[in-house]
């Protein structure tokens, strides 16, 4: 299916099918008459689609483990180097069975009158999931296996609070990182991700329209629409407001960044910060694990159009051109200031650059994305050296300075770049499937539900992460003690060292 | 018997090693080790920390000669490790009461 065609719209469906009333009628005439037959034919996953969304799925994996595993353990210092690695390592795992509980539950499925903040607990345990079920995707008439779906989505929930570990490493117990992010996921993650992601199947909008529009008398319509509006509001209260985020942005990286920042200032600087050297041990590992994310960062944005098509290219395509732009503007930009162009510096910016895309690749034009890529990466600069050393927080990996500044510059590029004028694909049906302007844009409109998303996120999981270290703290502590914590964690928390030389 | 203990730049290690072998000696034991002296360390920054490195890597060799030889290694260690560079290392003589070689028992400068 083409992208145009899915810009044909519900909407527009719903208007346009006045013309086709007779066809409807038709319809409901043979449903009367052979209710045996009244269901509709099973849509069936396409075998493309079904392939392309497993591969994404084990794409996004690998960004977490090893990709991002080995990025964070790079930086910190050979004592700190396993602890990272399990700390990565045991979240993903963790998240894992976290998801097949009841998280994918709570992120993806209706719970009636509290729909709009939380889903429910329809599908715990993966309650009547099975190899049939499928769900939609964003076009009309295409479905994928829900099982496809579920674990796409789970990749994202495990990879998500992992981000957050690099801001605290080298200095908490390994304990209180697991009791940590058991929490952070089911108060924090799976509510942000319904907010977001959750949206009514375009199906059912679409018959819904189809049966306002077929209404012939006020009460039927009154009835048609009531049952129209009951679909649309079926959704997360941020995808219903007409944010943009195709592939995380709020969700995933201003989440895990201010999450981050938060459980920094919290647990207090390392051990000897400010005073003792503390270089990366191994850039050549963090230069594998930057690109182990580009690469998988594909199935992470590609992937987030749930199906295999135009605007899937579209994001594949925006994720190489912003993540390139990025990474040579952040070279750049540190020869200038600092005098050498760095490793780390180049790495650091395809990382800003893959961050700030991702609420993108799917809305943004190519060059919209690129111009994204030139901007991200000399803000981040900014954050991860003069602001951080300005105020003197330990955001040891950068958490913050990278995750959530280029979640945030992301997710407001996003609402400029969505413009038609500037390339951008318009806002699409399926978008703002409670509004009437698809195939509308206004910057201002975009723009405030853009900060809305942002501001959201960044109090909802900047505050309730505060809330969830005060409670791991008072029940188990956060941090080692001293003398573990100089020797490195790798000895004290998990009885092994990285290298053995 | 003295040993001469030499603090060289590491990439001259092999030109040192091969002026000593010319002179016969046979063996010596090397270290690497850090410290400073009148060579300034360098800066490194890794995003926005900066870190003054003030330690630089160095290769120390001991080596332990017969007295009358140890004019000749000194000269052979200076004319191999000298790069005329501020950081080319130093040369200490320190004496040596008594040798033993472990495998046969041979004593001070059969030993050596």
Redesign the interface.
């Known amino acids: 299916m083409t992208f145009e065609t899915r810009r044909a719209g519900w909407i527009a469906a719903a208007v346009g099918l006045v013309c086709v009333v007779g066809f409807a009628d038709v319809a409901l005439a043979q449903t009367t008459a052979a209710p045996a037959a009244a269901a509709a034919p099973a849509l069936v996953p396409n075998k493309g689609d079904t392939a392309w969304m497993l591969i994404c799925s084990a794409l996004v994996l690998m960004m977490s483990i090893p990709g991002l595993a080995l990025f964070y353990g790079g930086l910190v210092r050979a004592k700190n180097m396993a602890s990272v690695l399990t700390q990565v390592f045991a979240i993903v795992s963790l998240v894992g069975v976290i998801w097949t509980l009841y998280g994918y539950s709570l992120a993806f499925t209706d719970s009636g009158s509290l729909t709009p903040y939380v889903g429910g607990l329809g599908k715990a345990f993966l309650m009547g999931v099975d190899a049939n079920s499928t769900v939609p995707t964003f076009s009309n008439g295409v479905v994928i296996p829900e099982f496809a779906y579920f674990v796409f989505q789970m990749t994202f929930a495990m990879i998500t609070p992992a981000l957050i570990v690099g801001a605290f490493a080298e200095r908490i117990k390994f304990s209180a990182v697991m009791l940590f992010i058991l929490l952070w996921v089911t108060v924090i993650y799976f509510p942000i991700a319904h907010w977001v992601w959750f949206i009514p199947a375009p199906d059912d909008v679409a018959a819904a329209a189809k049966a306002v529009a077929a209404a012939a008398d006020g009460a039927a319509k009154t009835a048609a629409q009531a049952k129209l509006d009951e679909i649309t509001g079926s959704a997360g209260w941020l995808a219903g407001s007409g944010a943009l985020d195709f592939a995380g942005g709020t969700v995933v990286h201003i989440n895990a960044g201010i999450a981050g920042l938060v459980g920094a200032l919290i647990i207090g600087k390392r051990v000897g910060y400010g005073k003792d050297l503390m270089p990366p041990h191994s850039l050549t590992m963090t230069m594998i694990g930057a690109s182990l994310l580009w690469v998988g960062w594909f199935g992470f944005n590609a992937g987030s159009n749930l199906e295999s098509n135009g605007t899937t290219a579209l994001a594949f395509v925006n994720t190489m051109v912003a993540t390139a732009a990025a990474a040579l503007s952040w070279l750049l930009a540190e020869w200038i200031i600092k005098g050498k162009p760095s490793l780390l510096g180049i790495c650091s910016g395809a990382v800003a650059g893959l961050v700030a895309v991702t609420p993108a690749s799917g809305f943004a034009g190519p060059i919209g994305a690129l111009v994204l890529g030139l901007i991200v990466s000399p803000v981040c600069l900014f954050f991860v050296s003069t602001v951080k050393n300005t105020f003197h927080y330990d955001d040891a990996l950068d958490v913050f300075g990278i995750h959530c500044i280029g979640g945030i510059i992301g997710a407001l590029g996003t609402g400029i770049l969505v413009n038609p004028a500037l390339g951008g694909v318009g806002i699409t049906d399926y978008t703002n499937f409670a509004g009437n302007n698809a195939g509308t844009y206004d910057f201002a409109t975009q723009m405030i539900a853009q900060g809305k998303a942002v501001l959201a996120t960044l109090v909802w999981s900047g505050v309730g992460s505060a809330i969830l270290y005060k409670i791991v703290d008072m029940a188990i502590g956060l941090r080692p003690t001293t003398d573990a914590e100089r020797e490195g964690l790798d000895i004290t928390a998990h009885g092994e060292r990285a290298y053995n030389m | 018997m003295k040993i001469v203990m030499a603090i060289i730049k590491p990439f001259k290690l092999e030109e040192v090693r091969d002026a000593l072998t010319a002179l016969g000696i046979h063996g010596l034991t090397v270290t690497e080790v850090k410290g400073f002296g009148r060579q300034k360390g360098h800066t490194?920054?890794?995003?926005?920390?900066e870190?003054a490195?003030s330690f630089l890597p160095k290769v120390k060799i001991e080596v332990a000669v017969a007295s009358e030889l140890v004019d000749k290694a000194i000269g052979a260690i200076v004319g191999a490790a000298k790069t005329g560079q501020i950081g080319d290392g130093k040369i200490f003589v320190i004496a040596l009461d008594h040798a033993v070689r472990i495998r046969t028992g041979e004593a001070d400068a059969a030993a050596l």
Do not use: H, N, P, T
């Open positions: 490194e920054i890794y995003r926005g920390a870190y490195v």
